[in-house]
């Protein structure tokens, strides 16, 4: 329920205070940011190696938190992190409770016309499905007919259900759709390739049952940050700062240190934007 | 404001595409409904919401029934496990126990039948049970109170009859129980209507379910949350009227005001 009510409480919010549909908002965020001293970040923290909770340390880490640091650093500000989910993200952004989104978010054609986005993307990815082993299911299109467990908001939804055929179930977070798999409830869970191989490799014992059923990656996209509509200041200034961290090798570097597995578009990025 | 309102109702025309223009017009992106696979699952879930309401209720209402027969039975045997079933139902979160059923218990369930294949329960039985005992525990509470309500003479006088334990029960305790327990029992009922939108946890698709998922997709919180909050006030409306009705049509004369809440 607690997702549910923070995005209820949320949009009720929006609601009173009549911001329907992502008002314009004054090109005020980089000056705000500055003035404030500090960027705050919205961050996913759905688990390795994007963002996580380290069991013992108890502090934030992943991939999300290192560039959202390193963006802070090139702002020449502090970073404070806010956590948000998929069903309250977009309304946090909105109403300025956050600077910008780093929040396993896709660049779709939708969003775009509602928020706005820094052009460099950090990273790019599809969804693969994990399911039993010895299961029928060898590619995408044999899911056709078959049940399917993912995370509310995943951008795979539609491509599931629309071209594949398949029955989609959506949980709450990811822990909850890969518990509804071992509970029998579906017969593959889809997620982004980046955590369930993570996952695999961290709990090899839990998961000895399961094996990824995809040779593919399903609907690979661009991850992107998203700011408010409108703030261009903002939106450049990250720009230069995220050119800067593919062109050095920063964002591979991180890729690797977070267990990231560095694919094409992380070395092509590299090349094109070296020497910046 | 008349002006611009008129204008707008009579131009818009009664299409998909003038109601998702005329929605616009305030403000609100409706363009979802071009999508067959999102629409379809935005109307399967106002359905679903309301099969899941029409099953609960009837299983809230015969478990509390149940519940309350045995709280206020003499022996301890019926008595105490009805109230340790009550506390422990009603002290922990709905949410909370529906996560644990169907997530765990269910997973049990499924270990012990030899594979989820066989395990006749799905999310939508658990959803049913949870909430529909989570009701009961109240409902329960709402009929004691009626059924100690019921003056001892009548009782009595029952007795003198010939009247045994379970008879007065039936004849005596509760229908008077019922009609005094009435504005709590609808009271209980519109909390149940609100408590099945915990199904949209465990991915049974009724509309707060559907909701989410468009929402998350299209980033539409607002325009579906007013479509969800008027849905349920109205069926909640709906149904604290069938309560009012049943208050005046029950009525005992001479107990209770006489013109009833209304």
Same mark, same amino acid.
């Given at each position: +329920? *607690?997702?549910?009510?923070?995005?209820?409480?949320?949009?009720?919010?929006?609601?009173?205070?009549?911001?329907?549909?992502?008002?314009?908002?004054?090109?005020?965020?980089?000056?705000?940011?500055?003035?404030?001293?500090?960027?705050? &970040? @919205?961050?996913?923290?759905?688990?390795?190696?994007?963002?996580?909770?380290?069991?013992?340390?108890?502090?934030?880490?992943?991939?999300?938190?290192?560039?959202?640091?390193?963006?802070?650093?090139?702002?020449?500000?502090? /970073?404070?992190?806010?956590?948000?989910?998929?069903?309250?993200?977009?309304?946090?952004?909105?109403?300025?409770?956050?600077?910008?989104?780093?929040? *396993?978010?896709?660049?779709?054609?939708?969003?775009?016309?509602?928020?706005?986005? =820094?052009?460099?993307?950090?990273?790019?990815?599809? @969804?693969?499905? /994990?399911?039993?082993?010895?299961?029928?299911?060898?590619?995408?299109?044999?899911?056709?007919?078959?049940?399917?467990?993912?995370?509310?908001?995943?951008?795979?939804?539609?491509?599931?259900?629309?071209?594949?055929?398949?029955?989609?179930?959506?949980?709450?977070?990811?822990?909850?759709? /890969?518990?509804?798999?071992?509970?029998?409830?579906?017969?593959?869970?889809?997620?982004?390739?980046?955590?369930?191989?993570?996952?695999?490799?961290?709990?090899?014992?839990?998961?000895?049952?399961?094996?990824?059923?995809?040779?593919?990656?399903?609907?690979?996209?661009? *991850?992107?940050?998203? =700011?408010?509509?409108?703030?261009?200041?903002?939106?450049?200034?990250?720009?230069? #700062? +995220?050119?800067?961290?593919?062109?050095?090798?920063?964002?591979?570097? &991180?890729?690797?240190?977070?267990? /990231?597995?560095? !694919?094409?578009?992380?070395?092509? !990025?590299?090349?094109?934007?070296?020497?910046? | 404001?008349?002006?611009?309102?008129?204008?707008?109702?009579?131009?818009?025309?009664?299409?998909?595409?003038?109601?998702?223009?005329?929605?616009?017009?305030? @403000? %609100?992106?409706?363009?979802?409904?071009?999508?067959?696979?999102?629409?379809?699952?935005?109307?399967?879930?106002?359905?679903?919401?309301?099969?899941?309401?029409? =099953?609960? $209720?009837?299983?809230?209402?015969?478990?509390?029934?149940?519940?309350?027969?045995?709280?206020?039975?003499?022996?301890?045997?019926?008595?105490?496990?009805?109230?340790?079933?009550?506390?422990? !139902?009603?002290?922990?979160?709905?949410? =909370?126990?529906?996560?644990?059923?169907?997530? @765990?218990? *269910?997973?049990?369930?499924?270990?012990?039948?030899?594979?989820?294949?066989?395990?006749?329960?799905?999310?939508?039985?658990?959803?049913?049970?949870?909430?529909?005992?989570?009701?009961?525990?109240?409902?329960?509470?709402?009929?004691?109170?009626?059924?100690?309500?019921?003056?001892?003479? +009548?009782?009595?006088?029952?007795?003198? %009859?010939?009247?045994?334990?379970?008879?007065?029960?039936?004849?005596?305790?509760?229908?008077?129980?019922?009609? #005094?327990?009435?504005? &709590?029992?609808?009271?209980?009922?519109?909390?149940?209507?609100?408590?099945?939108?915990?199904?949209?946890?465990?991915?049974?698709?009724? $509309?707060?379910?559907?909701?989410? +998922?468009?929402?998350?997709?299209?980033?539409?919180?607002?325009?579906?949350?007013?479509?969800?909050?008027?849905?349920?006030?109205? #069926?909640?409306?709906?149904?604290?009227?069938?309560?009012?009705?049943?208050?005046?049509?029950?009525?005992?004369?001479?107990?209770?005001?006489?013109?009833?809440?209304?």
């Amino acid at each position: +329920m *607690n997702l549910f009510r923070l995005a209820a409480a949320a949009s009720l919010a929006a609601l009173m205070s009549g911001a329907i549909a992502g008002a314009a908002q004054a090109d005020a965020t980089l000056d705000r940011i500055k003035q404030r001293g500090s960027l705050v &970040a @919205g961050v996913i923290l759905s688990g390795a190696p994007f963002g996580y909770i380290d069991a013992k340390s108890q502090e934030q880490k992943g991939f999300n938190i290192d560039l959202a640091t390193e963006l802070a650093r090139g702002l020449g500000v502090k /970073l404070e992190t806010v956590t948000v989910t998929p069903p309250n993200r977009v309304q946090f952004l909105q109403q300025g409770k956050v600077d910008l989104l780093i929040a *396993n978010m896709s660049w779709t054609e939708e969003r775009a016309e509602m928020l706005d986005f =820094v052009p460099t993307a950090f990273e790019r990815s599809g @969804g693969i499905a /994990l399911g039993r082993k010895g299961t029928p299911v060898k590619d995408w299109p044999d899911l056709k007919g078959k049940t399917v467990c993912l995370s509310q908001g995943a951008n795979f939804t539609k491509p599931l259900a629309e071209e594949i055929g398949a029955k989609i179930k959506g949980f709450p977070s990811q822990p909850d759709s /890969l518990l509804a798999l071992k509970g029998g409830q579906c017969d593959a869970a889809v997620h982004t390739g980046a955590t369930l191989r993570v996952m695999l490799l961290d709990h090899p014992e839990d998961w000895k049952d399961y094996e990824i059923l995809t040779p593919t990656d399903l609907l690979p996209s661009l *991850n992107v940050i998203w =700011v408010r509509k409108g703030e261009t200041d903002a939106r450049e200034a990250l720009d230069g #700062i +995220m050119r800067r961290l593919h062109g050095s090798g920063w964002i591979i570097d &991180a890729a690797e240190r977070n267990r /990231l597995a560095v !694919t094409p578009y992380f070395l092509e !990025t590299r090349d094109a934007n070296k020497g910046r | 404001m008349a002006d611009t309102l008129l204008a707008h109702i009579t131009l818009a025309p009664l299409t998909l595409d003038g109601v998702i223009a005329f929605a616009k017009g305030y @403000g %609100l992106n409706f363009s979802f409904l071009k999508s067959a696979y999102e629409r379809d699952m935005w109307l399967e879930g106002f359905r679903t919401t309301l099969v899941l309401i029409a =099953v609960t $209720i009837p299983v809230s209402l015969a478990g509390g029934i149940l519940l309350a027969g045995c709280l206020t039975a003499k022996s301890r045997l019926l008595s105490l496990p009805a109230r340790l079933f009550v506390e422990l !139902t009603r002290n922990t979160p709905t949410l =909370v126990q529906l996560v644990c059923a169907f997530l @765990g218990l *269910n997973m049990l369930i499924s270990d012990a039948l030899g594979g989820a294949g066989r395990n006749p329960f799905g999310a939508f039985f658990w959803v049913v049970t949870v909430v529909g005992l989570h009701g009961a525990a109240y409902h329960a509470e709402a009929l004691r109170a009626g059924i100690e309500a019921v003056p001892d003479t +009548m009782r009595e006088a029952a007795r003198s %009859l010939g009247f045994g334990r379970l008879e007065i029960l039936r004849w005596v305790e509760l229908p008077m129980a019922l009609r #005094i327990a009435l504005p &709590a029992i609808f009271n209980n009922l519109v909390n149940i209507v609100k408590l099945t939108t915990v199904a949209s946890a465990v991915a049974v698709g009724e $509309i707060t379910y559907a909701s989410i +998922m468009i929402w998350t997709q299209r980033d539409i919180v607002v325009e579906l949350m007013i479509v969800l909050l008027l849905f349920f006030s109205a #069926i909640n409306l709906a149904l604290s009227q069938v309560g009012f009705w049943l208050e005046r049509r029950l009525r005992t004369p001479g107990l209770g005001p006489a013109g009833l809440g209304l």
